[in-house]
T-cell receptor, first 117, second 111 residues
Framework: GAVVSQHPSRVICKSGTSVKIECRSLDFQATTMFWYRQFPKQSLMLMATSNEGSKATYEQGVEKDKFLINHASLTLSTLTVTSAHPEDSSFYIC?????????????FGEGSRLTVL | TQLLEQSPQFLSIQEGENLTVYCNSSSVFSSLQWYRQEPGEGPVLLVTVVTGGEVKKLKRLTFQFGDARKDSSLHITAAQTGDTGLYLCAPFSGGYQKVTFGTGTKLQVIP
């Protein structure tokens, strides 16, 4: 199946700093990628849709100035958590749909666990 | 926003038991997907159901799409420890449409 890779897998930072998470599609081009956030024992919450070459589309309640998304190429989308605070600590996961197959299977990265001290 | 409620929220069972988890909504969906997520990893697609009343089997897992296409169920026969994980349902509209997940069912199978 298609491969989506995230980096870093774990990151610990101090409050007030910014953290960048990368999401790469390794064997396909992804014009669209999705960023999710997941708290412990909870489901995935869609944060935004990342569109190559254009602005991301954010879900209601997600601060676009807080969570900066850049989709500069067909294989890379980045999520930057700006001025991170402890409440931003979470598991962030990206995903992409390769092609337009009948199932439209969403392939996910391994996730990035952010801990803000 | 289409809200998908999954039940139960948590389920802990012994190996060998059977179980059913549910995914319900007041909205009608063109199709619905089930994913399983293991701790510390991204979800993996299990199945897509498209037709109302459709039943799909994946080894010990049986998926059913409601006749009205508003709900779905997942039945696991003779659960194994490898079935442990978070089960998520999500409506699927095709193409590059965004995917929003249900509330999830966390399953723990005890040896």
């Amino acid at each position: 199946g298609a491969v989506v890779s995230q980096h870093p897998s774990r990151v610990i930072c101090k409050s007030g700093t910014s953290v960048k998470i990368e999401c790469r599609s390794l064997d396909f081009q992804a014009t669209t990628m999705f960023w999710y956030r997941q708290f412990p024992k909870q489901s995935l919450m869609l944060m935004a849709t990342s569109n190559e070459g254009s602005k991301a589309t954010y879900e209601q309640g997600v601060e676009k100035d807080k969570f900066l998304i850049n989709h500069a190429s067909l294989t890379l989308s980045t999520l930057t958590v700006t001025s991170a605070h402890p409440e931003d600590s979470s598991f962030y996961i990206c995903s992409a749909i390769p092609g337009q197959g009948a199932d439209g299977e969403l392939f996910f990265g391994e996730g990035s666990r952010l801990t803000v001290l | 926003t289409q809200l998908l409620e999954q039940s139960p929220q948590f389920l802990s069972i012994q190996e060998g038991e059977n179980l059913t988890v549910y995914c319900n909504s007041s909205s009608v969906f063109s199709s619905l997907q089930w994913y399983r997520q293991e701790p510390g990893e991204g979800p993996v697609l299990l199945v897509t159901v498209v037709t109302g009343g459709e039943v799909k089997k994946l080894k010990r897992l049986t998926f059913q799409f409601g006749d009205a296409r508003k709900d779905s169920s997942l039945h696991i026969t003779a659960a194994q420890t490898g079935d442990t994980g978070l089960y998520l349902c999500a409506p699927f509209s095709g193409g590059y449409q965004k995917v929003t997940f249900g509330t999830g069912t966390k399953l723990q199978v005890i040896p």
